[in-house]
């Protein structure tokens, strides 16, 4: 048997595995495109909204709409504190600082969730059924079909926000010209407040999607949120359409790997794409604007 | 005239010499060279007290303590060649516990496979970190800030996963058990105190190594490569050469921790080598203060103090030493100890100015 039957069914998971990897760069490309700053806590937001979810569900006895809507606005709020209480006081950090302190912020964020909501692996229903489309020999989870869906849904809002609302263009102003932004009275700290809330309700949303995929335990945040940013990278730092091009190369690439490579290194194989992508195309495959690659 | 020079500088060796020389050329890396003016500067009374220090601790401390002294020797050995390469060249590595895997690994299979003796698997496993780090750093080196950051912390990540899946070499998630004591011609460091002299014995030539070193002509790019990389260049240094030599050094260093950690522990697994270790030792550089030799050591002691005593909180371990993070960041991003006298009378004075500070800086 060759490893080739099973490349059309691995495709199909990884264009599933790929948009949840792209709504999470989409996470952190809001922040960059606000401030350049990236947020190593991203995953946890992620990781919160799938937790909290089950929480409000299970604990608070909420219909599952409302209990995801209740986790999102949660998740927002835990977004606004962290830049409030970490990020803001670093605004003149220097990177090293601010990287040390996101990742801090992602210990206390994992480890208290770890704490409150328990260390075991929530699950939650998925949307519309368990039963899995076929399409002649593949097989599909609806659950798939959502996230593939609230993917390019969260991608055409981001697109509206950035594109048609004097907000999103200020917050793009602030990152591309910290200076320009100040002498136009665009009051950047609030910008990146502001960014940090929508980064933080983007990654919850995309935590209450997958959950049903997969379990989500309290360190699942910290991969997924590693795996979101090589993403972001791979397609083409500081672009929407970037972060969803390189979530869903990234999602195929991973999972085809396993029909080729044993299944237990397939999370290395993210980590590889990043080390040569950011070896031979730092700017991604579709070009950034925020990296100059002569002098990368 | 040329001929006659060339004749004249033609030096021949017998086979002994080499082995002299060679002997010599180790001393020499941790001696002060006595034809530069800084020799009164290279060792200060404080130095003498710290020795003094060192060697007394034991006679103070508990049981328990000297063990946690071990510990921190050995993490201090890591930070002190981090902040070679990160203090003083400013660039960034989350991936120095791979390093530090990478040589407990070395060792332990070396030792326990293989029979080697420790004080070979020693050399072996600083060899085997430099390799390592000198093909990922050349490429990956020319990037800066954040991405540096991501693809250490990938390599590390990728270590990771090979240890875990290569099983028959690495014993997979269980590791490797058994690992014989260090010893030296017979003289076997089987207790704490014995380990306590070994490990900071080895830390006290290290950091002669690194003061001759941040003294010399390399010290001195690696401060121009930080403070600006295209003034480097333009003064005739190789800023990628430089880089790569650095990391490659700071991974031997972190490389001889990890050997020195292998044959305290007697044990190597992966649990130990993840991203949470490089996150403490990177935050026993920021702590120590940039640019600083003895910081770092300091900060480690601190922190795996730190470390001990929160392990004794179980389940809120974890949140308390995030929060200590994050405020020891906000609080001191320069180091604890880095002008400390200048700092408190800012902080006296912080009231009083605070119309002042609400400047604008473009």
Known sequence: ?296 | MVKEYNKGSKIEYRKRDILYTAGLWLVSLILPDPHLPYRREFIKKRDFFYLGALLLLPLILSDRLVYLMVLAGIYAIVALGLSLFLGYAGQISLGHAAFFGIGAYTTAILTTRYGVPPLGAFGASALAAAVCAYLIGKPILKLKGYFLALATLGFGEIFLVMVRETRSLTGGVSGIFGIPWFSVAGFVFDTSLEQYYLVWGVLIALVLFAKNLVRSKMGRALLAVAASEDAAASVGINVAQVKVRVFVLSAAFAGLAGSLFACVLSTANPEGFGLGLSVLIVMMVIMGGMGNLYGPIFAAIFLTWLTDVLGGYQEYSLPIYGVILILLLIFFPDGVGTRLNERLIYLISYWGRKRRRERVDI
């Open chain 1, 1 to 296: 048997m060759t490893p080739w039957v099973h490349i059309p069914q691995l495709l199909a998971a990884g264009i599933t595995m790929g948009a949840i990897y792209a709504l999470v760069a989409l996470g952190f490309v809001i922040i960059v495109r606000a401030s350049q700053i990236i947020n190593f806590a991203q995953g946890e937001f992620v990781m919160l909204g799938g937790v909290v979810t089950f929480f409000f569900i299970k604990g608070a006895g909420l219909p599952y709409p409302l209990a995801a809507l209740a986790a999102v606005l949660v998740v927002i709020c835990i977004g606004l504190l962290l830049h409030l209480l970490v990020i803001y006081p670093l605004r003149k950090a220097s990177v090293l600082i601010l990287i040390m302190a996101t990742v801090g912020a992602s210990i206390v964020l994992s480890n208290t969730s770890a704490l409150l909501f328990g260390t075991l692996p929530k699950a939650l229903p998925p949307f519309s059924g368990d039963l899995p489309l076929e399409i002649g020999d593949i097989r599909i989870a609806p659950q798939g079909l959502w996230v593939f869906g609230a993917t390019f849904f969260l991608f055409f809002v981001l697109y509206l926000l950035s594109h048609r609302t004097l907000l999103g263009k200020a917050m793009e102003a602030s990152s591309t010209d910290p200076l320009g932004a100040d002498l136009t009275g665009i009051a950047r700290n609030f910008m990146v407040f502001l960014a940090f809330g929508v980064s933080a309700g983007v990654g919850a949303i995309a935590g209450v999607l997958v959950t049903p995929l997969f379990y989500t335990s309290y360190n699942a945040g910290t991969l997924l949120g590693f795996k979101g940013f090589i993403a972001a990278v791979v397609g083409g730092w500081g672009k929407n359409s970037g972060a969803i091009l390189g979530g869903f190369v990234l999602g195929i690439v991973e999972s085809t790997s396993i029909a080729f490579i044993p299944a237990g290194y397939k999370d290395a194989v993210a980590f590889v794409v990043l080390l040569l992508i950011l070896y031979f195309r730092p700017k991604g495959i579709l070009g950034s604007p925020y990296i100059d690659s002569r002098r990368w």
